[in-house]
């Protein structure tokens, strides 16, 4: 057992973090890898399942096309080569998570190798390799009973749902990601950020962390600085959202300096992560690791992608993710923060989808990020799933551009069209929200506030033109806020010259 | 090529197969027996020609990504030899560990 403690700070003053991810994809197909059940999240227990899927004797396996494309797709986008010829392998273990004792998975033989994805942290781009990029099952979910924690350990008996079973499932393996110092926790949620976005943009997959369509297991390993020798790593699986990722990196470097510290050895395990702690523990030892006797799958012949196919899928690809931020980033003039902010808060599609409707770049910006971000936030929903479109807004703002609208009048139409009173410009009409900008009905009421006001009107007539905003004041709260201001204030002084 | 006693006895505990020593002292020799049958093909096999794994020739047999309809959960469950909640009810998958 460790006793010294040893801050992070401590930790990187003597010790060089390598890290690197396993990232686990389920593809958003419809029916799953090898059968037709359907993939859909939540279904009752055991209602998507089919005698493929269960195990049962005499079924056989036939691939889904959809789904090898998807992982191709993926492959392309990380810069990999594409195998020309590969198979799929038996991965046999004893879990029931899988009814037929083995996951169909691939070996030796990856669909995909050898790429890289560049991700940006701080204004520095760090590229992540890619060792290899390949497609298996997902397995079944098991409920385990009677233990403490919920957990495996402890159970008296375990309740399985096969729905999940079956469903495609890639595989994305890191290099070792050396060399990013201090920054090494960053770097990892960077890279699962970058990674998730891409696979967003390519519709190949709902990336949802929290209902575990993307889930990541880290790697970490500390070796003395300067030394040049890899140390020996962990696996931490769990980790399943990017905040996990980045504490799971962080508390794993903390945790093996402390124990290198103590003249001790990392042993090579399986940790995991516990969100509430942000802490690990100890799983089982590699070390003890089973053999899984993988050989070639003998239900499935081989994936021989020729280079048409592979050529008419790279043809494709979306605009990727760094394409789009270097494209946004020099046609709106962001900075590298504005971009993120907006990336982090999902605006990009939204503020995008406004300017392409006729906004500028900056109002587009402005109405997302602000108010209807605080909406947003008020609410707990994503900017984008409020009912509100990017032509609304778009519309909004070319109404304060035009000058019918104000930004407290602009703030009261997205209300109306928030709250389903119909268009911006429905809202206006109904609510009767358009700026006074008849000069005549102006008047009037500036003729009123002199006369309410005769010695703030005397002053403003002996040269104090600041003491006009005391009827400019007036008229505005007269009209209830629909005057524009400025013009108020010209007529005011005109009157009072 | 061949399989010691102490290997059957690992392969039987992780195909949970719980094998008595008279069985194990059974046992043990014929996979040996087998596992030298199957040496033979080996050395047929020709260096530079790698191991079959599918003998049709062929690649690239897809379905399309479309449903089809699968079993209803009491079907998907009536060979379960256990069943709670709806899910296969399984025996304790890790033994407690010292
Ligand atoms: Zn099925």
């Known amino acids: 057992m460790t006793t010294v403690s040893v801050t992070y700070e401590e930790a990187l003053t003597r010790y060089e973090p390598v890290f690197g991810l396993e990232t686990h994809v389920e593809l958003g197909t419809r029916t799953k890898m090898f059968c037709g059940c359907l993939t859909t999240f939540g279904g009752e227990p055991n209602s998507q399942v089919c005698p493929v899927c269960l195990g049962l004797p005499g079924s056989l396996p036939v691939m889904n096309r959809i789904a090898i494309e998807y992982t191709i797709k993926i492959g392309l986008a990380l810069n990999c080569s594409i195998a020309s010829w590969c198979r799929f392998a038996r991965k046999n273990y004893f879990y029931p998570d899988m009814p037929k004792n083995f996951q169909i998975s691939q070996y030796d033989e990856p669909l995909c190798l050898d790429g890289y994805l560049d991700v940006s942290v701080n204004g520095q781009t760090v590229r992540v390799g890619i060792e290899r990029v390949h497609l298996e099952e997902d397995t079944g979910k098991s409920l385990h009973i009677g233990g403490a924690t919920g957990r495996i350990q402890g159970a008296e008996y375990s309740l399985v749902d096969y729905n999940r079973a079956g469903i495609p499932l890639v595989e994305i393996v890191t290099k070792p990601v050396p060399g990013t110092g201090s920054l090494a926790p960053e770097v990892a949620r960077a890279y699962v950020t970058e990674l998730r976005d891409v696979l967003r943009s390519l519709g190949v997959s709902d990336v949802r962390m929290e209902e575990g369509s993307l889930r990541c297991d880290v790697n970490t390993s500390l070796s003395p600085l300067g030394s040049g020798a890899w140390g020996t790593r962990t696996e931490t699986k769990n980790v399943n959202s990017l905040r996990s990722v980045e504490r799971a990196v962080h508390s794993e470097i903390e945790r093996q300096a402390a124990v290198l510290d103590e003249g001790g050895r990392v042993i090579q395990e399986t940790r995991h992560f516990h969100e509430e702690s942000g802490e690990t523990t100890s799983g089982r030892s590699k070390e003890e690791a089973q053999d899984y006797r993988y050989f070639p799958e003998p239900d499935l012949v081989p994936v021989a992608p020729d280079a048409a196919w592979v050529d008419a899928i790279r043809t494709s690809l979306p605009e990727l993710p760094s394409a789009r931020r270097a494209r946004l980033i020099a046609a709106w003039s962001l900075s590298d923060l504005e971009f993120e902010s907006m990336r982090n808060g999902g605006a990009l599609d939204v503020v995008e989808a406004t300017v392409v409707a006729g906004a500028s770049p900056r109002d587009a910006q402005k109405w997302w990020m602000g108010e209807l971000a605080r909406r947003a936030n008020d609410s707990g929903v994503e900017v984008s799933a409020l009912p509100i479109t990017p032509a609304d807004v778009a519309r909004v703002s070319a109404l304060v551009s035009a000058g019918t609208l104000n930004d407290r009048l602009a703030r009261e139409v997205l209300d109306g069209v928030l709250a389903g009173e119909g268009t911006p410009d429905q809202v206006v009409e109904k609510r009767g929200l358009a700026v006074v900008s008849d000069d005549s009905a102006l008047l009037a009421a500036i003729d009123e506030a002199i006369t309410a006001n005769p010695e703030v009107a005397e002053k403003v007539r002996s040269g104090k033109v600041a003491a006009s905003g005391v009827i400019v004041g007036a008229v505005v709260r007269a009209t209830r806020g629909q005057a524009d201001a400025a013009r108020v204030r010209e007529l005011v002084l005109e009157r009072l010259s | ?98």
Request: hydrophobic share 45%; aromatic share 2%.
């Open chain 2, 1 to 98: 090529m061949s399989i010691t006693r102490d290997e059957v006895a690992h392969l039987a505990r992780l195909s949970r197969l719980a094998l008595s020593d008279e069985e194990l002292d059974h046992l043990a020799p014929q996979l040996n027996q087998i596992i030298s049958a199957v040496a033979q093909v080996q050395e047929v096999a020709a260096e530079g020609i790698p191991p079959t794994s599918h003998a049709t020739g062929l690649a690239n047999v897809f379905r399309d990504d479309e449903p089809v309809p699968c079993l209803t959960p009491e079907q998907a469950l009536s060979g379960a030899p256990a069943v709670e909640m709806q899910r296969f009810k399984v025996p304790r998958i890790l033994v407690e560990e010292g």
